[in-house]
């Protein structure tokens, strides 16, 4: 197996140079740790990150809306049936209001059951005169202070597959189960909606009610109603967890990442001649690469012509991360680049990350508003270009923590600091993600009626 993943171009990478990879302290430890990796059983299967690819060409032609979203760095120990259940139901929730908007099916794919690995701006963090490693998320060290917890060990790796493999199980039960069922997860909506201080969605919820009793009308008890589709999804930034997980798919003879359905390539790591790149174009799940603003029309060329060779819709999706006082400048070449040389790519917007700040009190925070005006900004884009805006890649959580300010409920610098428990990002909560979802709805559904 190993030498046909060796055929198959999978260590090509190795010759490159890798960002953003911590300093493992003990190299047999690490081999220990990969071996062990090589050996266990796919986490995610090709013929269902085949599908995906499929679902993500129909988004990229208009014909269904991407729904991506999740922690921005997942814990361990954060891994309960509690958290996990909450996320997925927000983002059925979410997935529900946005069909509604989108008058087509939404591709979901969590941030999850894997997105332990993260970036970070230096190698080392100095408090009061003690300098330790940096904390690279879950799969690497822990976030405590303790020179203990931040020596990257890399018993971490198998740690997250298996942490990985409970989450995904959970994925697999509450989307199969019954859990997901259109009338239930209606009701739920229907119950946020019925706060009188978000009195503002109720007639939308009113509509999608009358249209999911008149579906279980015409249509009975189908199985669609019950059961839906949940991915999987995270940042392949630790290469020596993601090329260990890399198997040769029987059917079809070529290497999948077996980590997760979806791998992205951060905003730090899409250098072209890089070894996340070289990487990635070397396994055949489908792929995204987050583009920041001082992204040009040739990184969206080269990109390409290195990911998607063959030019193969729902291959390669572009995650814009803009900023919301750059988007509806730095976008719109991106995007015309791309309609021009008829390159066949998905275009999401993450309004999370460019739009960061430290508030006044302290805390790394982003605002409700400037994040739904960068999603704003990405439609008026495509609109524009006569492209297609495919969807949404999203930080949240489905507890009421208090890391994203604004929203209807207002939350200000003072109460951030009642639940703030982000490791590295602010996250919406669950009040903040249904109340996005409704807005974005509105906005699909004012796209739709232009059309
Ligand atoms: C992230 O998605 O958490 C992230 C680090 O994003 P980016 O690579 O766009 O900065
Ligand atoms: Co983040």
Redesign the pocket.
């Known amino acids: 197996m190993q030498e046909d993943l060796a055929r198959a171009g999978v260590d090509r990478f190795r010759e490159r140079e890798a960002k953003q990879q911590p300093t493992w302290p003990d190299a047999d430890a690490l081999k220990r740790a990969t071996d062990t990796l090589e050996t266990v059983p796919p986490l995610v299967f090709a013929g269902e990150a085949d599908v995906l690819r499929g679902h993500l060409a129909a988004a990229g032609r208009g014909e269904a809306f991407v729904l991506q979203g999740g922690d ?2 997942e814990i361990f120990s954060e891994a309960t049936a509690d958290r996990i259940r909450n996320k997925i139901k927000t983002l059925l929730q979410m997935a529900v209001i946005l069909t509604y908007g989108a008058s087509t099916p939404v591709v979901k794919i969590g ?1 999850m059951a894997g997105q332990y690995a ?2 970070r701006s230096a190698d080392v963090e100095t408090r009061d005169g003690v300098t330790l490693p940096t904390y690279r998320g879950d799969i690497v060290n822990s976030s405590e202070f303790t020179e203990e917890a931040r020596v990257p060990n890399p018993q971490r790796l198998v740690d997250a597959y298996h942490v990985s493999a409970s989450t995904l199980n959970l994925m697999r039960a509450f989307t199969t189960g019954g859990f997901a069922d259109l009338r239930s997860v209606h009701a739920w909506n229907k119950g946020f909606a019925a706060n009188p201080a978000y009195k503002r969605y109720d007639q939308m919820a009113s509509e999608i009610d009358r249209a999911v009793k008149f579906m279980a009308a015409a249509g009975g008890d189908f199985d669609g109603l019950r059961t839906v589709e949940l991915f999987s999804s995270h ?1 392949a930034l630790l290469l020596d967890y993601e090329r260990a997980l890399t198997r040769i798919d029987s059917r079809s003879g070529r290497p999948y990442d077996t980590s997760a359905h979806l791998l ?1 390539i ?4 899409r250098q072209l001649d890089g070894a996340h790149v070289e990487f990635l174009s070397s396994v055949h799940n489908p792929l995204a690469v ?1 583009l ?1 603003p001082t992204s040009g029309p040739e990184d969206v060329k080269q990109l390409a012509a290195k990911l998607n060779p063959e030019n193969v819709e729902g291959r390669l999706t572009f ?1 814009a ?1 803009m900023g919301a006082d750059k988007v509806r400048d730095a976008l719109p070449r991106l995007v015309e680049t791309a309609r021009d040389e008829g390159l066949k790519v998905t275009w999401l917007t ?1 309004p ?2 460019g739009n960061t700040f430290t508030s006044e009190s302290g805390y790394k925070t982003r605002k409700f508003e400037t994040i739904l005006d960068e999603v704003k900004g990405f439609f008026e884009v495509h609109r524009a270009a006569g492209t297609i805006p495919g969807g949404l ?1 999203i ?1 949240l959580t489905g507890d009421d923590v208090t890391e994203v300010m604004g929203g209807t409920e207002e939350i200000d610098d003072a109460a951030l600091a009642r639940r703030y428990e982000t490791k ?2 602010p996250r919406l909560n669950h009040g903040q993600s249904l109340e996005m979802a409704f807005l974005v709805s509105e906005l699909l559904a004012k796209a739709g009626a232009e059309q």
């Open positions: 921005c760095a941030r993260k970036p940042e992205w951060g905003e730090r790591t987050k920041g995650v991360r993450d999370m990350h890649h930080e590295v990002d």
